[in-house]
């Protein structure tokens, strides 16, 4: 069982940046793949970034070049630091867990077995 607890997210201008935070528990998460998903009003779900156990990256191409996923394995905790914000990206920001040990960059929110409550991030025009 693995629980999430996102934090990081607020109101910031565009251009701006912010760093989300997603702390862990659990004493497997460095075993896990972790992903960075989004839900703006009226939108499904989608993927921003994820990175594989062994620390493999991918990014949605929309946050391509202005977002980082990155984990600190001994602190429990995932990170997305976001720069160069668009009023686009407005959404909830959800953290999720999954498939232990798996070495490729998990995208879908099927391949996700834990989830975090979400934390808005507004970025005004």
């Known amino acids: 069982q693995v629980q999430l607890v996102e934090s990081g997210g607020g109101l910031v201008q565009a251009g701006g940046s912010l760093r989300l935070s997603c702390a862990a528990s659990?004493?497997?998460?460095?075993?896990?793949?972790m992903g960075w998903f989004r839900q703006a009003p009226g939108k499904e779900r989608e993927f921003v970034a994820g990175?594989?156990?062994?620390?493999?990256?991918d990014y949605a191409d929309s946050v391509k070049g202005r977002f980082a996923i990155s984990r600190d394995n001994a602190k429990n905790t995932l990170y997305l630091q976001m720069n160069s914000l668009k009023p686009e990206d407005t959404a909830v920001y959800y953290c999720?867990?999954?498939?232990?040990?798996?070495?490729?960059?998990?995208?879908?929110?099927?391949?996700?077995?834990?989830w975090g409550q979400g934390t808005q991030v507004t970025v005004s025009s």
């Open positions: 999720a867990a999954g498939g232990p040990r798996r070495t490729t960059v998990l995208v879908t929110t099927r391949e996700y077995d834990y």
């Open positions: 659990g004493r497997t998460f460095n075993s896990y793949a």
């Open positions: 990175i594989s156990w062994i620390r493999r990256t």
